[in-house]
């Protein structure tokens, strides 16, 4: 389990004590956004939403899709790649939108980073404590992501009192995400199995503990029933980004909406394509990349 859950909050206690006038030479670089594939655009989707004069770059690692049944050590070693990949192309901050890769290599990437690196357990898991009332959440995410066990450590420092917490680990999930099966029979049945033991434990609050299952939000959501709420993080994971940007002087000032390149290390039209249905807006290019040299 990594202590990065420590470490960020310290680094968030940093107060920038630099006039408000003095921005950043590195503002107008763009945020570089990565995922083991397509997941990652629900966190993209937000910073957009939240900050529409940024530039983004993302990259979502398809080709080697999925992370969350991989070793710890091949998660850290993705993932530094997709951040030298990142960091050749100049960002400014470093956006780990994948729940696995957060879990198992923040640490790695804020090393080798030298921007700031935001990470999504964290918004997430207060989100769905100041959401719960009965104090019992349910945590969807990877193999990866619920046997570290990142999501109850981050909950319990989110939380003052006592929690009851389910984790399940949905693995298919994320094939169906990226085969664009976001809400049909075959969702809904594997949805049936998995959530089970969670409507059982009477949750009324779950983690959507991995960036690919908002896209399977429908499906799971009527899985759960109307009274379950679903946390998905992108949005609480776009204030923290624009939080930080903002300490460290790096918003970008122009008036105009920001650009967005995205690159894949599988089929670019698929990216192109999937990608473009989610994101409600076309994608006009995405590059293929050999992660494999970086
Ligand atoms: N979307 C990722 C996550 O949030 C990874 C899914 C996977 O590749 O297994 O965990």
Redesign the pocket.
């Known amino acids: 389990m990594t202590d990065f859950l420590l470490k960020r909050d310290i680094e968030n206690e940093t107060v920038d004590t630099e006039s408000a006038e003095k921005i950043n030479p590195l503002a107008d670089k763009a945020i570089g956004v990565f995922?083991?594939?397509l997941?990652?655009l629900t966190v993209l989707k937000e910073i957009i939403k939240l900050l529409p004069n940024e530039n983004t770059v993302y990259f979502g690692?398809s080709g080697r899709?999925?992370?969350?049944?991989?070793s710890a050590d091949t998660v850290r070693r993705f993932s530094r790649q997709n951040t030298r990949f990142l960091l050749e192309q100049g960002v400014k901050m470093i956006v780990i939108?994948?729940?696995?890769?957060?879990?198992q290599a923040y640490n790695e990437v804020r090393q080798i980073a030298g921007v700031p690196v935001i990470e999504?357990i964290t918004p997430g898991a207060q989100a769905a404590v100041a959401k719960t009332t009965n104090r019992r959440i349910g945590v969807i995410?990877?193999?990866?992501?619920v046997q570290s066990g990142v999501y109850a450590q981050a909950l319990a420092r989110s939380s003052g009192r006592q929690l009851h917490i389910s984790q399940q680990a949905c693995?298919l999930f994320?094939g169906l995400?990226e085969e664009g099966w976001w809400n049909n029979d075959i969702v809904k049945s594997v949805a049936g199995v998995y959530l089970e033991p969670l409507i059982k434990d009477n949750i009324d609050t779950l983690v959507l503990?991995?960036?690919?299952?908002p896209l399977l939000a429908e499906a799971i959501g009527q899985v759960m029933g109307p009274e379950v709420e679903l946390i998905n993080a992108g949005h609480f994971v776009a204030e923290q980004v624009m939080q930080q940007l903002r300490r460290d002087k790096l918003l970008n000032a122009q008036k105009q909406l920001g650009w967005h390149q995205y690159f894949t290390s599988d089929s670019a039209s698929h990216f192109q394509q999937l990608g473009s249905s989610f994101l409600e807006q076309r994608i006009q290019a995405a590059g293929h990349i050999e992660i494999e040299n970086y």
């Not at 899709?65 to 991989?70: D, F, L, R």
């Not at 995410?141 to 992501?145: L, P």
């Not at 503990?209 to 299952?213: A, D, F, L, R």
Request: aromatic letters at 6%.
């Open positions: 995922d083991s594939g997941g990652g690692d899709t999925p992370y969350g049944s991989k939108a994948c729940n696995t890769a957060s879990a999504v995410g990877t193999r990866g992501t693995p994320v995400a503990g991995c960036t690919h299952y």
